[in-house]
């Protein structure tokens, strides 16, 4: 629970830290804007189609007597139109990441500079950056489809098509959208893509209360395109949780500020510090060899 509710707060506090910086935000609604209309042109094409789709698809329910055979494709369609908003959920990220890729990444360094003093670079060409980001998104997508496929044949099952089905949908979609948004900040840090599914799975729980929250709130217009800005931001700074960035930042700012130990060795004496002269001080009496004072040496100081 605790991880949970983590990924959560970083998912908040990247929202605050974009609304702190005002022009990350104004800049960031465009790649998002952009992405949306594709999105929902392609989506009212899905809808206007998704009939003639099913239909076609199931061309021996053609013989079925009413109402069933409504009632069938009816449900195969609201299936179609529901795999197609879940693939889109999962895609309009890597799309709007691609669209706006040096934003997003200027954005994440600021977000790294910001609480840790310094940001990782990854020093490759905006080419070679915009290539990985679009292989592994479509590894990812494969991935996504491929649970896609097996969720909507397991929709068919009667209850738990409409309950747990959706439920689990949703937790997929989190995991790789969470996925999707850490890679700006990992990518910059030279982590593979298998790595990168590595490490949130082994704090899955905490991917899970980033991005389950997020996926819902995709579902409603316009909320994605002003929270992308805020997400990049929200897993930057859980991308430094996860790496242990955080501890060890604090670990050094520690360090820098109370400076190594200045003491002596153990069992070794500290020397004696150089006697200060003093122009105003009054100088001890001395006696000349062999004097009083119990026959101190020449020059031996009186005390």
């Not at 910086?21 to 094409?45: E, K």
């Not at 997003?104 to 940001?119: C, H, K, N, T, W």
């Not at 099952?157 to 850490?182: H, K, M, N």
Request: aromatic share 10%; hydrophobic share 50%.
């Amino acid at each position: 629970m605790r991880d949970l509710a983590g990924g959560f707060g970083h998912l908040l506090a990247g929202q605050r830290w974009v609304f702190r910086h005002g022009r990350w935000l104004g800049f960031g609604l465009l790649p998002g804007l952009l992405a949306l209309v594709l999105y929902t042109g392609a989506l009212i094409g899905l809808g206007y189609g998704a009939d003639d789709l099913t239909a076609w698809a199931t061309p021996f329910a053609d013989g079925w007597g009413s109402p069933w055979l409504g009632l069938f494709r009816g449900f195969l369609t609201a299936l179609v139109f529901g795999l197609g908003l879940f693939v889109a959920v999962i895609t309009f990220t890597a799309v709007t990441l691609l669209i706006g890729q040096p934003f997003y990444e200027s954005l994440s360094e600021q977000v790294d500079r910001s609480v840790g003093g310094d940001a990782p670079e990854s020093g490759l060409p905006l080419a070679k950056e915009l290539w990985i980001s679009a292989r592994d998104s479509i590894k990812v997508l494969v991935r996504v489809l491929l649970y896609g496929i097996l969720l909507f044949a397991l929709g068919f099952i009667p209850v738990v098509g409409q309950t747990v089905v959706p439920a689990i949908g949703f937790c997929v979609s989190g995991f790789f959208l969470t996925e999707e948004l850490t890679a700006v900040a990992l990518q910059r840090r030279e982590v593979e893509l298998k790595e990168r599914l590595v490490l949130l799975r082994g704090r899955r729980a905490m991917a899970l209360g980033f991005g389950v929250p997020l996926v819902l709130a995709f579902l409603v217009p316009l909320v994605a395109v002003f929270l992308m800005p805020g997400a990049v931001a929200g897993a930057t700074l859980m991308v430094r949780e996860l790496r242990g960035e955080d501890a060890e930042g604090a670990a050094e700012e520690g360090t820098a500020r109370t400076g190594p130990p200045t003491g002596p060795a153990p069992y070794e004496q500290a020397p004696h510090p150089a006697p200060q002269s003093d122009p105003y001080a009054q100088q001890p009496p001395r006696y000349p060899a062999g004097g009083a004072a119990g026959g101190r040496g020449p020059g031996a100081p009186y005390r």
